[in-house]
């Protein structure tokens, strides 16, 4: 069973926060508490607050209250690019003319199952 949690509109951009999501991405809620706290980004917490919203969304869709964390695993986990037409600022420029620069946004979109990825489908003669 899957579940999915999305941020959309969050003020990180999408490449700082792809880099901290190619950490997690295949690894089990429970290990990715260990690992992203300490990896010194900014965009730590909205990461693992959506992974923990996906972990709840999961456990509300099988009836459990308190899910095992080590057996749910990130299956997808991806930020695109958000709109930057309404963050918009200008910074002064020499000689009286503005310098116009944009904020980038992103939508984080964090994707769990409760079955590892690759471990329903053995493969064909190897050892038992």
Avoid: W
Wanted: aromatic share 6%.
């Amino acid at each position: 069973m899957e579940a999915c949690s999305k941020a959309k509109f969050q003020r990180y951009g999408s490449r700082k926060v792809m880099f901290l999501l190619d950490l997690v991405r295949g690894k089990s809620v429970k290990a990715s508490q260990g690992i992203v706290p300490f990896s010194g980004l900014r965009c730590s917490d909205l990461v693992q607050k959506t992974i923990n919203s996906a972990a709840a969304n999961l456990g509300v869709k099988t009836g459990s209250k308190n899910p095992d964390l080590s057996k749910i695993y990130i299956k997808e986990a991806y930020a695109n690019i958000g709109p930057m037409k309404h963050l918009k600022r200008i910074q002064p420029g020499p000689q009286g003319r503005a310098m116009p620069y944009k904020k980038s946004v992103c939508h984080l979109t964090v994707i769990v199952s409760d079955e590892k990825k690759g471990a329903e489908t053995p493969e064909k003669g190897g050892l038992k």
